[in-house]
C-alpha cells in the first residue's frame, strides 16, 4: 500500500493540472507557460516515489512499471489531453500520405512533380500498415488518433528495452532506473506520428533478439526466421533506421559472447535488394548530396539559414534540452569508469552506444543527424547512466551464463548511493548520497518537460487555423498551388498529390529579401505560373509566424508587413481568414481567364 499512495497522488495532481492547462496560455516557453503548478508538483511526488520504490529490496518487481507508466502517462499524454488538435506539421505530413493511400489505393510515382514527397512512395511500409489500421478501427483517418502516437511509441519501447537491459544483470534497480532515464532522455521528438518512431521499436526489437540469443548455435536458423520480417519492416519504412541498425549489428559483432553474422548478413542482403529496385529512383539524386557530406563532421552538425532559436523561450528550452542529453551522457560515462565489472560484461551496450556517432561523418540528414545519433544512443548510455546513481547490489541474484551476468559486485565506491546493498544504510554519508540521486533524478525528469515540449508555441495549431487551411484545400481546384512563408501550419501537404505548395522562407536568402522588399509584386510574380482552372493562393498562419520568430527566419513584423502588401494590392483578393490566420487568392488576368 505504501508504494500506491505516491502513485495515485502524483496521477490525481496530474489529472487536476491537465484540466486546468489552457493552450491559449502558450508563450516562448511552449507547454510550460500553460502547465499549473500541480503539474510538477505530480511529477516530483512521482519520481520520489519511483525512486523509493525501485530501491527498496522486497518491493514487488510490478510497482517500477506501474511507476514508468505513470511517467509515460505525464509525459506523452499530457499534449494529446490538452491540446484539441494533433501537434507537428509532419505529423500532418504523414496522415496526408495515408489518406492518399486510403483514397487512392496507391502512392504517387510522379516525383519530378511530388518533390520530397515522391519519397514516401519508395519507403512505404508505416503508410501502409497505417492505412491498414485506419480501415480495421473504422477511424475516419489517422488524424484521429495520431495525437496518441507518442505514447504509443513509448509504450511499443518498454518491452525490448528491458529485455536489453536484462541480458547484463538481474540488478531490477538498474533496469528500472535505465527505463525511467530512457523516458526522461528521450526528448528529441521522433516519437510522433512517423516511420522513424515505428522503425525505432523494430529496431530496438532486433538488438533485444539478437543479445539474447544470437550467440547461441542452437535455434540459429528459428532466430533469423524470426528476425527477417522485422528487418524487412524496418527497410521497407525509413531510410536512416536500417543504416543504425547495420552499424550496430556490425559492432557486436566486435565481442566473441553477441557475436552473430547471421542478422547482420540478412540485414544488408534485404537493404541492397530494396535500395536497389524500389527506392533506387530517389538514390539517383541523394547519393551526389550524400558523397558531398561524407566526412563534413563540421557541417553535418551545423544548422541551416533560419534554424537558430531566438528568443528568450526557445534558447532557454534548447540548453535546458542539451543540458539534459549532457547530464545523462556524462552519467554514463562515470557509470562505465567506476563500475568495472558491469563495463566488462555490458561491452556490447558500450559498442551500441559508440556506434551510432559514425553516422556524423556521413550526413547532416537535413540537419537532424545529431538528434537522431542521440536517440540511439540512449539505449546503451541510459544503463550505464543508472549504475552511476545506483549502489553496487552484492546481494543480487547472478544469472546464467550467457543471458545475464552476475551482480555488480566488487570493492571500492560505486554510484551516487554508496556501495553495500541496496541503500548501503550502514556507511557514514549513504543516506546523503542516496538523497543526492534521488533530487538528481528529480530534476532529469523535471528538464524533460522544456526539452520536449518547450516550443510548443509552433507546434499547436488551434482549430481555427485547421478549419481554415482545410477550407482552402478543399476549395482548390486541380493543379492550384498554396505559397505559405513556412510549411508549419495543419494540412500542409493535404492533396498532395492535385495542389502544389511553395514556402519562400526555404528559398534562397536573396529571394527572401525581394520578397521584403516588394513582397505583393514579388509574391504574384511567383504564383502566376499556376494555368487554369487552378488557383494560387498566399496563406498566412500563426504556425508560420510562431516558427519564423522562434527559429530566426523573419519576426512578426516583418511578416504582417508582407501581409498588408497583399492585402492593398489590386493583384490579390483575400478569400477567407480567421484569428489563426488569413488567405489570398491571386486575380485572375484577362489572359487567364480562357
Not at 540485414?267 to 558531398?292: D, G, I, K
Not at 558491469?342 to 543527424?369: F, H, I, K, T
Request: one cysteine or more.
Amino acid at each position: 500500500m505504501g508504494a500506491a499512495l505516491p502513485l495515485v497522488g502524483a496521477l490525481a495532481l496530474w489529472q487536476y493540472a491537465v484540466l486546468r492547462t489552457e493552450p491559449a496560455e502558450l508563450g516562448g516557453f511552449g507547454l510550460l507557460d500553460a502547465l499549473p503548478a500541480a503539474y510538477w508538483a505530480a511529477l516530483a511526488l512521482l519520481t520520489g516515489g519511483f525512486w523509493h520504490c525501485v530501491r527498496a529490496p522486497r518491493r514487488g518487481g510490478g510497482w517500477p512499471l506501474t511507476y514508468v507508466l505513470g511517467l509515460l502517462l505525464m509525459e506523452r499524454a499530457t499534449q494529446a489531453l490538452v491540446y484539441p488538435t494533433p501537434l507537428y506539421a509532419w505529423a500532418w505530413k504523414h496522415d496526408a500520405v495515408v489518406d492518399h493511400l486510403l483514397t487512392e489505393g496507391r502512392l504517387e510515382t510522379t516525383g519530378e512533380r511530388l518533390g520530397d514527397m515522391a519519397v514516401y512512395d519508395q519507403w512505404p511500409g508505416f503508410f501502409a500498415a497505417q492505412a491498414a489500421l485506419v480501415r480495421l478501427t473504422g477511424a475516419q483517418d489517422a488524424a484521429a488518433y495520431m495525437a496518441w502516437w507518442p505514447l504509443v511509441s513509448g509504450l511499443l519501447l518498454l518491452a525490448p528495452l528491458v529485455l536489453v537491459y536484462r541480458t547484463f544483470t538481474r540488478d531490477r534497480r538498474i533496469v528500472w532506473t535505465a527505463v525511467w532515464l530512457f523516458c526522461v532522455a528521450n526528448w528529441v521528438g521522433q516519437d510522433y506520428f512517423s516511420p522513424q518512431s515505428l522503425a525505432f521499436a523494430l529496431y530496438l526489437g532486433v538488438i533485444a533478439i539478437v543479445l539474447r540469443h544470437g550467440a547461441r548455435r542452437e535455434g540459429r536458423v528459428l532466430l533469423t526466421a524470426l528476425l527477417v520480417p522485422l528487418i524487412v519492416a524496418i527497410v521497407v519504412s525509413h531510410q536512416l533506421t536500417p543504416v543504425m541498425l547495420g552499424a550496430g549489428l556490425a559492432a557486436l559483432c566486435l565481442t566473441r559472447r553477441h557475436r552473430s553474422w547471421a542478422p547482420l548478413v540478412t540485414l544488408v542482403v534485404v537493404f541492397l535488394a530494396w535500395n536497389l529496385t524500389v527506392s533506387l529512383p530517389f538514390l539517383r539524386e541523394a547519393v551526389p548530396e550524400m558523397v558531398r557530406a561524407f566526412g563534413d563532421v563540421r557541417g553535418n552538425l551545423e544548422t541551416g539559414y533560419g534554424s537558430t532559436p531566438t528568443g528568450t523561450g526557445p534558447v532557454t528550452v534548447s540548453w535546458v534540452a542539451r543540458m539534459l542529453s549532457g547530464a545523462v551522457l556524462l552519467l554514463a560515462a562515470l557509470g562505465v569508469l567506476r563500475r568495472k565489472a558491469l563495463r566488462n560484461r555490458a561491452r556490447p551496450l558500450m559498442l551500441l552506444a559508440g556506434a551510432p556517432l559514425l553516422m556524423l561523418v556521413a550526413n547532416d540528414y537535413g540537419s537532424e543527424m545529431i538528434f537522431r545519433v542521440l536517440l540511439f544512443m540512449l539505449p546503451g548510455a541510459c544503463f550505464f547512466a543508472a549504475a552511476a546513481l545506483l549502489p553496487r547490489d552484492a546481494r543480487a541474484e547472478p544469472a546464467s551464463a550467457g543471458v545475464a551476468g552476475a551482480a555488480d559486485a566488487g570493492s571500492g565506491s560505486g554510484g551516487f548511493g554508496g556501495a553495500g546493498g541496496f541503500g548501503g544504510a550502514g556507511r557514514p554519508g549513504a543516506r546523503r548520497r542516496t538523497v543526492a540521486a534521488g533530487a538528481a533524478l528529480t530534476v532529469l525528469t523535471a528538464a524533460f518537460v522544456p526539452a520536449y515540449a518547450g516550443k510548443d508555441r509552433l507546434s499547436y495549431f488551434p482549430p481555427e487555423e485547421v478549419e481554415l487551411v482545410r477550407q482552402v484545400i478543399d476549395g482548390a481546384p486541380r493543379g492550384s498551388l498554396v505559397v505559405a512563408a513556412h510549411r508549419n501550419y495543419p494540412l500542409a501537404y493535404a492533396s498532395y498529390w492535385d495542389v502544389g505548395h511553395y514556402w519562400f522562407l526555404e528559398d534562397a536568402k536573396s529571394h527572401v529579401e525581394e520578397v521584403l522588399d516588394d513582397p505583393a509584386g514579388t509574391l504574384a510574380r511567383d504564383m502566376s505560373g499556376v494555368a487554369p482552372p487552378g488557383r494560387a493562393y498566399f496563406l498566412l498562419t500563426r504556425g508560420q509566424i510562431a516558427n519564423s520568430e522562434m527559429n530566426g527566419m523573419l519576426g512578426a513584423d516583418e511578416l504582417r508587413h508582407i501581409e498588408r502588401s497583399v492585402a492593398a494590392s489590386p493583384l490579390f483578393e483575400r478569400t477567407g481568414g480567421n484569428s489563426a490566420g488569413v488567405v489570398y487568392e491571386l486575380r485572375r488576368t484577362t489572359g487567364d481567364s480562357s
